[in-house]
């Protein structure tokens, strides 16, 4: 690979000579990691000419990295970063002036400092990834993806690929939405009440920011999505956590006045509780008498492998005030980013607007591949593959912990693809967590879901999303030996 000519220029300031100038710049691009070994110099006449100096000039400072061992050369081919070049250093190197900031008075508003853990980008090297929200790809249906992104890269679907849509989305991914995957939730909506995003973690920071301001005030779940109480505590909002218990949010427990309700009513994150009917119509009479608006945030609604979900809020809302979120990346991959916000038109407006000014619109490429996917049949015919395969994991999970004695602290009604787990009062799961890790097993600490700064700190989430069932029972032997060592 040659070195663009474009990465050379000199320092007005610099000290010395020309020739010696040049070797620096060189040397130091060889140092700091930049040119790598074999890769090849600009011709003398072409940096000569892009510098503005004599070629003369350039062809010494060559000769002067060559005796040095920076550079080799080879006939009638020109000049190539040595084999036998020093080796960049292990510590990226300081250039002269930086961090001359105080970034701790530069800096206007802090985004770092949330309880959103860190997942290992290595998880499949592990050999017992009970990890939440992973792509299995002995599940992934690559043929066809493959298949449907070839299509949408194709002549006809130029446009979409290639056109700014500015504030738009691609229509043929709003009409499967609109047409296909919201009535199976018993919602009705027109193109202009839905909105794509790069995921439900978009979805909930738009939503955030359109509704919510320093003097209102939002409730959440304890415990929640550790995201979205992230995002809830850099709106500067005022924030309610309020406990759930075994049918989810509970409404009388919720303050005398709230401004935006965020829930998870059909799959409590990361509970897995299910709200009752009954519930979902006291809550939604609550945030009534509150004028309160609902984010109903729907993320795990295909994987009901147990039975029919429960009628979203959205269905039941005859006011207007329930803004749902769902989320291709869950049931899809996560690395999709698609996922949908749908609401009033005056909040999708607005919400609109703030996307555009963030980051226009998702994709267009990744929304015509995922319309086609949605729309020729893939996804459904994905989604029942993974139910049967979840359902069955789950049956093999659920032994094993029964076998072990491990105490199950909530499971979805419906299906899922976790499992919220308890260990004995007085253990850390996060420490046990690391422990665990020196074993191949990969869990989900609990912390990071509350809300109190004193979290508790022996639950933890086993998903089987991401193990086969025949790792499974080893997997939960291990965990159960862990425990029984951290008592």
Request: hydrophobic share 40%; glycine share 6%; aromatic share 8%.
């Amino acid at each position: 690979m040659a070195i663009s000519v474009e990465t050379f220029f000199l320092d007005s300031d610099a000290q010395g000579t020309l020739q010696a100038q040049i070797q620096q710049m060189i040397a130091e691009g060889i140092l700091s990691g930049r040119f790598a070994k074999g890769e090849k110099l600009p011709s003398s006449r072409k940096l000569a000419a892009h510098l503005g100096v004599s070629r003369i000039t350039v062809t010494l400072a060559y000769t002067e990295l060559q005796a040095n061992d920076y550079l080799s050369a080879r006939d009638r081919s020109g000049f190539y970063v040595s084999d036998n070049a020093p080796e960049p250093p292990r510590f990226a190197p300081r250039h002269p002036g930086q961090d001359r900031i105080d970034w701790s008075r530069a800096l206007g508003r802090r985004f770092t400092g949330g309880a959103t853990p860190e997942k290992p980008q290595d998880w499949s090297g592990y050999r017992y990834p009970f990890i939440y929200g992973q792509a299995d790809p002995k599940l992934f249906d690559h043929a066809n993806w493959r298949h449907c992104a070839l299509r949408a890269l194709g002549q006809k679907d130029f446009h979409a690929l290639t056109t700014d849509y500015y504030d738009q989305d691609d229509p043929k991914l709003i009409e499967f939405v609109a047409r296909h995957t919201l009535p199976r939730r018993g919602i009705l909506a027109e193109p202009e009440e839905i909105l794509i995003t790069m995921g439900a973690q978009n979805a909930l920071w738009l939503t955030a920011q359109v509704l919510l301001t320093q003097r209102r005030t939002a409730v959440i779940e304890d415990p929640c999505f550790h995201a979205l109480r992230d995002i809830l505590t850099q709106s500067r909002c005022h924030l309610t956590a309020v406990p759930v218990d075994h049918d989810g949010l509970p409404p009388n427990a919720l303050p005398e006045q709230a401004d935006v309700i965020f829930t998870t009513p059909s799959h409590q994150c990361p509970t897995n509780a299910t709200m009752p009917l009954a519930r979902r119509k006291a809550l939604l009479k609550k945030a009534r008498e509150m004028d309160a608006l609902i984010v109903e945030d729907d993320y795990e609604f295909e994987m009901a492998f147990l039975g029919s979900p429960s009628p979203s809020l959205k269905s039941l809302d005859r006011d207007g005030r329930v803004i749902y979120v769902g989320s291709f990346s869950k049931s899809i991959f996560p690395g999709l980013r698609l996922g949908y916000l749908v609401g009033p038109r005056p909040f999708i407006r607005e919400a609109r607007a703030l996307r555009a000014s963030v980051l226009r619109h998702p994709p267009g490429h990744m929304q015509r591949t995922a319309a086609y996917f949605l729309s020729l049949g893939h996804y459904d015919s994905l989604i029942r593959k993974m139910s049967q395969v979840y359902a069955h994991r789950r049956q093999v999970m659920e032994a094993a912990l029964a076998e072990h004695g491990l105490r199950i602290a909530g499971r979805g009604v419906f299906g899922g693809s976790s499992i919220w787990m308890r260990a004995p009062d007085g253990v850390d799961m996060t420490e046990v967590n690391e422990r665990l890790r020196m074993h191949g097993v990969l869990i989900e600490p609990g912390a990071p879901f509350f809300h109190d700064p004193d979290r508790a700190r022996n639950f933890y989430r086993l998903a089987y999303s991401s193990i086969h069932a025949d790792r499974i029972a080893a997997g939960v032997a291990l965990i159960a030996s862990e425990l029984e060592g951290a008592r």
